[in-house]
């Protein structure tokens, strides 16, 4: 690592502490913005400022070793999570929609509220797929085809 590098981690381990201290673990923003935020100023090994995915992917990591299931970011791998975030969504699952657990999670500042009108549901449909895989839930809710917003289970009553 680029010595002038080292001063960029401890940046963003002040600034990510400081988050902590004044309780701002919920964070809308995604993490080439937290580096952003952060004003961090990485140099790669040609000498000129990273990309900005090369930028998520350190801010990645480094948030993952230092601080792991600590923050909610947007866009952010739900297996990163805090586990109360994580525990929520398996509670749901019983009784919801992916979609609906998403507002649902939303309306419970446990994660960003969406930036538009359309929900993107792939991170908690990977994780839920996930956790039916592991056993940790037994099934996943579908919206039934056409059926604006009843569930296949609804639709068959």
């Not at 002038?4 to 809308?28: A, C, H, M, P, R």
């Not at 749901?92 to 994660?111: F, N, R, W």
């Not at 549901?121 to 996930?130: A, E, N, Q, S, T």
Request: aromatic share 6%; charged share 35%; proline share 3%.
């Amino acid at each position: 690592v680029v010595k002038s590098n080292l001063k960029e981690y401890e940046k963003l381990n002040k600034f990510l502490q400081n988050k902590i201290n004044k309780n701002e673990v919920l964070l809308d923003m995604d993490l080439t913005e937290l580096g952003k935020k952060a004003k961090l100023n990485f140099i790669g090994r040609d000498g000129k400022k990273i990309s900005d995915q090369y930028l998520r992917d350190l801010v990645s990591k480094y948030i993952r070793k230092n601080f792991p299931k600590t923050f909610v970011l947007r866009n952010m791998d739900y297996r990163d999570m805090p586990s109360r975030v994580q525990n929520r969504i398996i509670e749901l699952s019983k009784t919801l929609t992916p979609k609906k657990i998403a507002l649902q999670l939303m309306d419970e500042k446990l994660i960003p509220k969406a930036k538009s009108e359309h929900l993107n549901l792939r991170g908690i449909k990977k994780y839920m797929g996930d956790l039916k895989n592991e056993g940790r839930i037994a099934n996943i809710i579908e919206v039934a085809p056409g059926g604006k917003g009843i569930t296949i289970a609804e639709q068959s009553e």
